[in-house]
């Protein structure tokens, strides 16, 4: 089943902008991971935040969690042609990760 | 890094062959390795949990005489798809854990599998 729900599913801004990208999951998790997928390659892991933590950072990326309201953020500043991909949140459940559908971006240089 | 390397990346074959995919992690001992597969803009879905030395734990609705999985060590495990169909054309991906607790996995490049 899948946990998370993302938007927008599709996202396209000018290079220079900011993206945001949101994820709502449904059940209580110990923690929230962000990844990217570069059309027809694997994932690469961005970042985890704990279901303790409120806010994390990792270069041009932002991610925020609230746990009250089951929902997550990934906020990437000043864009770049080169983040254009699809960008996935997923929990963990079990030991294993739901992912949510995604969100292709688009950034046009 | 942790680097997890998939072979191959890109097979074809006719309907009824059965093909194998490896899955290896190259600089760590993999505790746990996943097995997913993805329709074209669709997302991950999780087929099997793999540890080395024990049979992988299958997904609800996921066939196990189809998707054999063997994990024969902590760096290496295999996917074989028996008897291929055209309906078995998907993108395979696997990953890797080091550990337990919060730990992000390691995905391998995937392989796109293509059925005639």
């Known amino acids: 089943s899948q946990q998370g729900e993302e938007d927008p599913q599709a996202l396209s801004i000018q290079e220079g902008e900011n993206a945001t990208m949101n994820c709502s999951y449904k059940?209580?998790?110990?923690?929230l991971q962000w990844y990217r997928q570069n059309s027809g390659r694997g994932l690469v892991h961005l970042i985890l935040?704990?279901?303790?933590?409120r806010e994390k950072h990792s270069g041009r990326l932002r991610v925020t969690l609230d746990t009250s309201k089951k929902s997550s953020s990934l906020m990437i500043t000043a864009s770049r042609a080169a983040d254009t991909a699809s960008y996935f949140c997923?929990?963990?459940?079990?030991?294993?990760?739901?992912f949510g559908q995604g969100t292709e971006l688009s950034v046009k240089p | 890094g942790a680097v997890v390397s998939q072979h191959p990346s890109w097979v074809i074959c006719k309907s009824g062959t059965s093909v194998k995919i490896e899955c290896r992690s190259l600089?760590?001992?993999?505790?746990?390795m996943f097995w997913y597969r993805q329709f074209p803009k669709q997302s991950l879905m999780l087929m099997a949990t793999?540890?080395?030395?024990?049979?992988?734990?299958?997904e609800q609705g996921v066939e196990k005489d189809k998707f054999l999985i063997n994990h024969a060590s902590l760096t290496l495990s295999t996917l074989t798809v028996t008897s291929a169909h055209p309906e078995d054309s998907s993108f395979y991906i696997c990953?890797?854990?080091?550990?337990?607790?919060?730990?992000?996995?390691?995905f391998g490049d995937g392989t796109r599998l293509s059925i005639l």
């Open positions: 997923a929990t963990e459940e079990g030991g294993k990760l739901i």
């Open positions: 600089d760590f001992q993999a505790t746990t």
């Open positions: 059940t209580s998790i110990n923690n």
């Open positions: 793999s540890n080395e030395g024990s049979k992988a734990t299958y």
């Open positions: 935040i704990r279901s303790n933590e």
């Open positions: 990953s890797a854990l080091i550990g337990t607790g919060d730990q992000p996995q390691h």
